[in-house]
């Protein structure tokens, strides 16, 4: 179909979601016809003629330049998420670290100051912990369930509320709505790490957030294949209410451009990508990108599949005497559950923990007794995984940051999968049953 019959098509009928996650940002090939997205293995592009090149590094006109800040493949995925999301458009990362790290350091100046939500992804805490310092930049962290706490915590050089949808691995939930609100009052955007839900679950924009911050490595992906982030922004905050000139001023690293004024509603994307990715220099690959389009192409039927077999993993762990405080916060008895019915009606995801009986070597008993859950540090692969967060992913934490992030010493994560859910629970069971007859078994690579 031509590019012109295309845009009628879409302008007239409003696709759902998983037509989008399979067709957003792509017409076939107009050279080859190729169905799938192709892979731009290549690092450079060749310009028509030298005007051409010079409009295109001015930001006059749209074109590549190389591929350290735009690439066709990676592009269709940008554009992909930025569908999904509900978000102006999107610029991707060589990882979910480096993509939140980008969209800070894009808005922030040294002696800035940033409000987190205290239950965030231990590596993330660290990041805010130490690379923020460096930078000059303070960070007050804050009970995300307390909403005065986000108000109070407010300071003059503020100049982002920072949260994740479900926290890594408390299982709280992010009241968006209210945070966004409270952000908003003080001109400032909220940023959510929406790494566990997906633009599937819960598309943080439609709730007023401004910017959403992925782990593409986690579900989009969704086989434990490839790295890659990116970031995702709604384009209505207004970046000249004089709190940003960092985005609003002219910038010295782009020859005086003043990127909101000349950009509007894409003014941080193109500096984001213009500046912070050119000099950063995280860019997603494009076999990567490649990788996480077909995790994209099935996100909603393996995101239906991992919420069902994580509730019921969740249920039969909620029976068992040896399993205590489960996290999952579409339990009835979780304090969650009012703002999984609101923001997650398709489900709260896949992640979450609970405590063993026995404390750390309880844990890390269990651990080595389960033969089908993969003992590895990622979330939100095809196949189950499990991992002691206090030994491994949050290890750098102090005991308050443990307590204040959800973790105990006896607490484990599970990052449930696609197999039969029979098997997951006929797995826990029997680790279980070794643990509780003292014979846990040698750990074994799975
Ligand atoms: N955000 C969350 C919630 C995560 O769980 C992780 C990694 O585990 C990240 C961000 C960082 O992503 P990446 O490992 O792709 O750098």
Known sequence: MSTDG??????????????????????????????????????????????????????????????????????????????????????????GIAAQHAALFTLLEPGDHVVASSALYGGS????????????????????????????????????FYGETVGNPGGNVLDIEAVAAIAHEHELPLMVDSTFTTPYLVRPIEWGADIVVHSATKFIGGHGTSLGGVVVEAGTFDWSNGRFPVVADPSPAYHGLQFHETFGTYGYLMKLRAETLRDLGAAMTPFNAFLFLQGLETLSLR???????????????????????????????????????????????????????????????????????????????????VIHPASTTHRQLSDDELRAGGVGAGTVRLSVGLESVDDLIWDLEQAFALVAAGHAAPAVAR
């Open 303 to 385: 995101m239906d599949r991992h919420v069902a077999n994580a509730l019921a993993v969740a249920e039969f762990l909620e029976g068992h005497e040896l399993a205590s405080n489960v996290r999952h916060p579409a339990l009835h008895g979780s304090p969650y559950r009012p703002l999984v019915d609101k923001y997650l009606p398709r489900g709260a995801g896949a992640v979450f923990s609970f405590d063993c009986a026995g404390g750390r070597e309880g844990g890390q008993d269990l651990i080595r007794a389960l033969t089908l859950w993969s003992h590895l540090a990622n979330v939100g692969d095809a196949k189950s995984l």
């Open 6 to 95: 295309q845009d009628r098509i879409e302008a007239e009928h409003a696709f759902g979601f998983d037509t989008r996650q399979l067709h957003a940002g792509q017409r076939p090939d107009p050279n080859t016809g190729a169905r799938a997205v192709p892979i731009f293995q290549t690092t450079s592009y060749v310009f028509e003629d030298p005007e051409s090149a010079a409009a295109y590094f001015n930001l006059q006109e749209y074109g590549n330049t190389y591929s350290r800040i735009m690439n066709p493949t990676v592009a269709v995925f940008e554009e992909r998420v930025a569908n999904l999301e509900g978000g102006a458009g999107a610029v991707a990362f060589a990882s």
């Open 125 to 160: 805490v660290n990041q805010f912990k130490h690379v923020l310092r460096k930078m000059n930049v303070g960070v007050t962290w804050v009970d995300p369930d307390d909403l005065d706490a986000w108000r109070a915590a407010v300071q003059p050089t503020t100049k982002v």
